[in-house]
C-alpha cells in the first residue's frame, strides 16, 4: 500500500466520526427544547399517576378482558418501544398509569377512548347567540347549511343562513332551567354516571327532528361531556366542535375508526399547518369513496370521543386510494398524539381520571450517582489494565472509549426527544456492559498485532494485518452480543426492556468506534518511530521472541 493512501484513509475514517458527533450534538442543542440532559426514568427521579376508573354505559362491572385489552393500547400509546419508562397496570376494576415526570396532563390524555366515527353534518349553528330558532329542519336530507360553499376546510364554514340582529325570543329552553338537578344521594358514583350518558343519549342521540332541535339549542360546549365516548354510532348525534365554536347536528355514523390501518402526522407546506394522515383498510376505503361520491361540497365530521375534530367541505369526490387526512388548530404535538392514539385503536372501555399524584423516586439520584460511579470505576480499571498490559497503546483504549461515550450520551439526550426513550438504573446498567464489550474489541484487535509480530513483522506491517484478521472477530462477537439484546428486547417487559435496548445501543456503537476510531488511531500510531519504540507499545518482549524464532530456524537451516 502506498504511503500517501495509508496515512489519507486513517484520517478520513476519524474525520467520518467527527462529522457524525458534530452532527449528533448540533441536533442536540440546536433542535427540540435544546436541553443537553437525557429523561431519566420513574426509579431515578419520580412520576405522575393517575388512576383510570372504567365507565360502562349501562353500569355494569368491566370484564378483565375489556381491561386487558384497554391495558395493552394505553401501553402501546405511551411505550410503543417499550423504552419510554412509564407503567400501566390493572388494579382491581381500575386502571394505573404512571409516567415519569411530572406531566398530569400526559397521563390524563393516555385514557382518551379514541372512537372514531365520520358522519355526516346535517346541519351546524354557532356555539354562541343559540337564541335565535335555527332556521333548517333536519330530515333525511342534508340541510342547507351543512353545505357551505366556501372552500375553507381546515375549520367548519359558519352556517349559511345569514343572521340580522335577531330579536329576543321568549322562548324558555330547558337550558334556562335547572341545568344540573340535585345529586341523588342514594346513587354511587357509577350509578350517577351511568345515568348522565343514558339522559344524554335521550336528548342528544334521539331521531325526533324537534328533540335535535332542542338538543342543538341548549347544547354546552363548556362542560365536560358525559357522552364521551360512549356516543351510539347508529343513531344521530347533536356534539360540539372541539374548539367550541360550534354546536353540529350529525347524521349516523358511516366509517368506523376501526377501519384506520394505518396513522401519521405532518406539515401541510402548502396551506402551513399540521395534519394527521389516515390510511383505510380496504372496507374503509370503500366507504370512503362512497361517502365522498354522495357529499361532495358538503360537509363531513371526523368524531372523536363525541367531539368534532374537524368538519371540512368535500371538495371532489369519490376519493379513491384509502387515503384522507384530519385538518383542524393542530400543533406538531398534538397532531403527533392524535396520530399515535388512533394508530393503535381505541380503548373497549370509557374511563372518568382522577386527579394526577406526585410518585417519589423509587430509587432516586443516590442511585443514579452510584451507578454512574461504578461506570466511572469499571472505566478507570480497564484504562489501568490497558496501560499496565499494552503500554502506550492504552492511551489509544481511553480515547476510544472517550469518543464512545460522547456518541452514547448525545444518542441517549436525542432518544429522549424522539422516541420517549428514558434512562432508568436497568438503563445504565446495560451501558456499562457496553463498555467491557468495548474493552473486549481492544483487546482482540491487540491481540492479533502480537500474533503478526510473533511471526516476525514490525509493528507498522503488523498492525494493518492484525486488523484485517480482528475485524471479522470483532464483528462475529458483536454480532452475538446484539442478537442477544434483540431477544432480550422482543421477550422482556418493563424495565428489562430499557437494559436490552441500551445493550443493543452500544453493541452498535463499538462496531462504530473501533472501526472509525480505534484503528485509525493505531494504523497512525504504528506509522510513527515513537509508537514504535518496543518501550512505548509494549511490544518488546514479543519482538524478542520473534527474533529467537529466526534465529533458531536460521541454526536448522545450517544444521
Known amino acids: 500500500m502506498p504511503p500517501s493512501q495509508g496515512s ?27 436541553s443537553p440532559t437525557p429523561k431519566l426514568g420513574i426509579d431515578l427521579q419520580g412520576g405522575t399517576r393517575v388512576t383510570l376508573s372504567a365507565r360502562t354505559p349501562d353500569g355494569s362491572k368491566p370484564s378483565q378482558d375489556s381491561l386487558k385489552k384497554a391495558q395493552d393500547i394505553i401501553e402501546n400509546r405511551v411505550n410503543g418501544l417499550g423504552v419510554g419508562g412509564s407503567e400501566v397496570v390493572i388494579d382491581g376494576d381500575n386502571i394505573v398509569i404512571t409516567v415519569p415526570g411530572d406531566d398530569g396532563q400526559q397521563a390524563r390524555a393516555l385514557a382518551t377512548t379514541a372512537k372514531l366515527y365520520i358522519r355526516p353534518v346535517l346541519q351546524a349553528v354557532p356555539a354562541a347567540g343559540r337564541g335565535a330558532t335555527p332556521q333548517t329542519t333536519p330530515g333525511t336530507q342534508p340541510a342547507p347549511a351543512a353545505q357551505p360553499t366556501t372552500p375553507e376546510t381546515t375549520q367548519p364554514a359558519a352556517p349559511e343562513t345569514t343572521e340580522p340582529a335577531p330579536a329576543p325570543q321568549q322562548r324558555v329552553f330547558p337550558a334556562q332551567q335547572p341545568t344540573q338537578p340535585p345529586a341523588d344521594p342514594s346513587l354511587t358514583p357509577t350509578e350517577e354516571a351511568t345515568k348522565e350518558i343514558q339522559a ?167 442511585s443514579l450517582k452510584a451507578g454512574l460511579l461504578a461506570g466511572a470505576i469499571g472505566l478507570v480499571v480497564v484504562l489501568l489494565y490497558c496501560l499496565t498490559y499494552y503500554r502506550m497503546l492504552g492511551f489509544v483504549t481511553g480515547l476510544s472509549l472517550v469518543a464512545s461515550g460522547f456518541a452514547v450520551y448525545g444518542i441517549m439526550v436525542l432518544l429522549g426527544r424522539w422516541i420517549g426513550f428514558t434512562l432508568d438504573l436497568a438503563g445504565i446498567a446495560g451501558l456499562i456492559i457496553g463498555i467491557g464489550m468495548t474493552a473486549d474489541s481492544f483487546v482482540v484487535f491487540f491481540e492479533r498485532i502480537k500474533d503478526e509480530m510473533r511471526e516476525g513483522r514490525s509493528f507498522r506491517s503488523a498492525a494493518p494485518r492484525g486488523w484485517q484478521r480482528a475485524r471479522r472477530t470483532i464483528l462475529s462477537g458483536n454480532a452475538v452480543s446484539f442478537i442477544a439484546a434483540a431477544v432480550l428486547y422482543i421477550l422482556a417487559v418493563g424495565q428489562v426492556k430499557g437494559f436490552a435496548f441500551t445493550l443493543g445501543l452500544t453493541t452498535i456503537l463499538d462496531v462504530v468506534v473501533v472501526f472509525l476510531v480505534t484503528s485509525p488511531l493505531v494504523l497512525l500510531a504504528s506509522r510513527t518511530a515513537f509508537w514504535s519504540k518496543p518501550s512505548v507499545n509494549g511490544l518488546g518482549a514479543i519482538q524478542q521472541i520473534a527474533r529467537e524464532r529466526k534465529a533458531a530456524e536460521a541454526a536448522l537451516g545450517k544444521a
Open 200 to 366: 344524554a343519549r335521550a336528548l342528544r342521540q334521539s331521531s325526533d327532528p324537534s328533540v335535535q332541535q332542542t338538543a342543538l339549542a341548549t347544547m354546552d360546549c363548556g362542560k365536560a361531556d358525559p357522552l364521551a365516548g360512549n356516543d351510539d354510532p347508529a343513531l344521530p348525534l347533536v356534539t360540539c366542535s372541539t374548539d367550541g365554536t360550534e354546536v353540529l347536528l350529525l347524521d349516523k355514523s358511516r366509517i368506523d375508526g376501526q377501519e384506520i390501518k394505518d396513522a401519521t402526522s405532518g406539515l401541510n407546506q402548502q396551506q402551513a399547518r399540521h395534519e394527521v394522515y389516515l390510511d383505510f383498510r380496504s372496507g374503509g376505503s370503500d366507504a370512503w369513496a362512497a361517502l365522498t361520491g354522495e357529499y361532495v361540497y358538503k360537509r363531513v365530521a371526523f368524531v372523536l370521543d363525541s367531539k368534532v375534530v374537524s368538519a371540512p367541505v368535500v371538495q371532489q369526490g369519490p376519493q379513491q386510494g384509502g387515503r384522507t387526512q384530519i385538518s383542524g388548530n393542530f400543533t406538531a404535538a398534538s397532531a403527533k398524539e392524535l396520530a399515535n392514539t388512533l394508530k393503535y385503536g381505541s380503548l373497549p372501555l370509557s374511563f372518568q381520571t382522577s386527579e394526577a399524584e406526585t410518585v417519589s423516586a423509587t430509587l432516586g439520584l443516590s
Open 8 to 34: 489519507a484513509h486513517p484520517l478520513r475514517l476519524l474525520g467520518v466520526y467527527a462529522a457524525l458527533l458534530a452532527v449528533v450534538y448540533a441536533l442536540v442543542f440546536f433542535t427540540g427544547d435544546e
